[in-house]
């Protein structure tokens, strides 16, 4: 019975402990999560998808600029957490060649509500299913929600970042990235 007991605290003492490291090294340390991606350093693939107007978008028609392309869903809690914050970024920072891109990997009349109620100010895109072989082939190789990668002006994927993006972040890649804060 003491074995048994002394095995459950041994156990849950090292998964505190690892979900303590794991939590400190994301938090205080962020870069770690994101440097072994291995679409860093690649030209981003093209693709082309329809937004919520019908209208076809390419991801070409944004070269030039600074790309923040976000992969979410409304079924996402962080998701949602972070897409208020982008809105405020591409209000502040648009008109410096910065643009954020939407990728829902949802259903479409849950997208058109939620885009609708929030005022999401920038191009989203509903690729349902289609969207997670989308995120693969920007690095998404475990599907995670949210998922967003950082393209350089010349086209070029300079970070991934798996998980919820704060603000704080965000902004320290396009201050990387010369937009001026």
């Not at 405020?88 to 829902?104: N, R």
């Not at 970042?161 to 972040?169: F, N």
Request: contains cysteine.
């Amino acid at each position: 019975m003491k074995i048994t007991l002394l095995f459950i605290v041994a156990m849950v003492l090292a998964s505190a402990g690892g979900y303590a490291l794991q939590n400190y090294l994301s938090q205080n340390h962020p870069q770690i999560q994101y440097q072994n991606n291995p679409a860093i350093g690649l030209q981003r693939p093209e693709f082309a998808a329809a937004d919520l107007d019908g209208k076809l978008r390419n991801i070409k028609e944004w070269d030039g600029k600074l790309i923040l392309l976000n992969f979410w869903a409304t079924w996402c809690p962080p998701c949602l957490k972070e897409i208020p914050d982008f809105i405020e970024l591409q209000k502040e920072y648009g008109s410096q060649g910065f643009q954020i891109i939407g990728i829902a990997i949802d259903d479409e009349m849950a997208v058109r509500e939620y885009v609708s109620e929030v005022g999401m100010n920038y191009p989203t895109m509903v690729l349902e299913s289609e969207g997670v072989g989308l995120a693969k082939r920007f690095g998404n190789g475990a599907g995670v929600l949210p998922y967003t990668v950082i393209i350089k002006h010349d086209g070029e994927i300079s970070n991934t970042i798996t998980g919820e993006l704060s603000k704080i972040r965000a902004k320290e890649l396009m201050k990387e990235h010369g937009i001026e804060l």
